[in-house]
């Protein structure tokens, strides 16, 4: 693992984490963004949406994004990336996880934090149309676990130049237990009705549609009923949808921090202490990182927060100091080989 020095420091005025995380979706501008909608077919023949951003050409650098749990391409931290990509001549594509695009997917099944065959198949299909074009990756919480997972799973054996990943439940257990506690209860509370609906729109989408092997498939559930933890919906729903005996199982499967040890290409990890979904002691270890994957971790900064500057004029630090790092490994837009691995 190397080690980073940056110059993000919190701001005074949003102290701990809590605060670092409430800010930006309860406060900032939306950023107005005029993107190009996608729809790619996956292998099972469901559908991903993709939002492209910025600057095209065949050899122009793009950087894949991912979004977190109950999120979107339309989640504030993805605007504002795809963002301050285009102004360092980055293209980007947000990813829509399935059904996140604002309309059911096809399938009973939906996604989780472990879903790197989902990624899998988007990074396949994108590097197989455009082979002359960088590409890198960018996953926010849920979406930088499966964007871990997907790393350590593949090695080398991957067309990505580099990687980061922010605000990481590295250890899923650890964090359906961690957002059980305290005030991060409130967050539990608000991502379980979203999931809750989640289920639900597909529920009366496969009515209206006649999808009755899928819709049986979401009838076989236990209820959905009086869930009040994280361990309650994985074990009734995300555990029996996608193939695991349990939550337990599923955590254990998941989790990224058992496949960070594989990663074999150059990725930052920014994640802050006092994040209130995750514990300080779930974040890997100096052992558990190869010497291509380096980490940026604050004393604070919040889940996905990370926030600097005044009342007045509050700036983002992820969206310049990830565009700073990914140029870092990917100077030459018209790079066509991926880059030495970091040495510790």
């Known amino acids: 693992m190397s080690s980073l020095h940056s110059s993000f420091r919190p701001t005074r005025w949003l102290p701990g984490g809590h605060l670092q995380t409430l800010f930006s979706p309860l406060f900032r501008a939306k950023p107005k963004l005029q993107r190009q909608r996608e729809r790619i077919t996956l292998e099972d023949g469901d559908f991903i949406d993709l939002d492209w951003y910025g600057p095209q050409g065949e050899q122009t650098r793009c950087a894949i994004l991912l979004h977190g749990l109950t999120g979107s391409s339309k989640s504030l931290y993805i605007l504002g ?26 399938r009973a099944r939906g996604y989780h934090s472990g879903a790197s065959e989902d990624l899998a198949d988007i990074i396949q299909q994108l590097a197989a149309r455009y082979p002359d074009k960088p590409l890198a990756a960018v996953g926010y919480s849920l979406g930088g676990n499966v964007l871990l997972k997907y790393l350590g799973e593949t090695g080398r054996h991957n067309p990505l130049l580099g990687a980061v990943a922010v605000s990481v439940p590295f250890r899923l257990d650890h964090c359906a237990d961690r957002i059980s506690q305290g005030f991060s209860r409130v967050y539990q509370a608000r991502f379980l009705r979203d999931l809750r609906r989640y289920v639900e729109s597909k529920q009366s989408a496969f009515r209206q549609q006649g999808c009755q092997e899928e819709l049986a498939r979401l009838r076989a559930l236990e209820t959905l009923e009086g869930m009040k933890t994280f361990w309650d919906f994985d074990g009734r729903v995300t555990a029996p949808l996608h193939g695991f005996d349990s939550a337990d199982a599923y955590y254990q499967r998941c989790s990224s921090a058992f496949f960070v040890k594989a990663i074999q290409v150059p990725t930052l990890i920014v994640h802050a202490e006092d994040d209130p979904f995750i514990y300080p002691h779930s974040v890997p270890t100096a052992d558990m990182l190869p010497g291509c994957v380096a980490l940026e971790l604050f004393p604070s900064g919040g889940h996905v927060g990370f926030i600097e500057g005044s009342p007045w004029r509050p700036r983002y630090y992820l969206e310049h100091r990830l565009p700073t790092w990914l140029n870092a490994q990917m100077p030459d837009a018209a790079a066509t080989h991926r880059p030495q691995v970091i040495a510790s």
């Open 81 to 106: 990336q795809q963002q301050a990509l285009a102004a360092q001549g980055w293209q980007s594509v947000a990813v829509n996880w399935r059904g996140c695009s604002g309309e059911p997917n096809h």
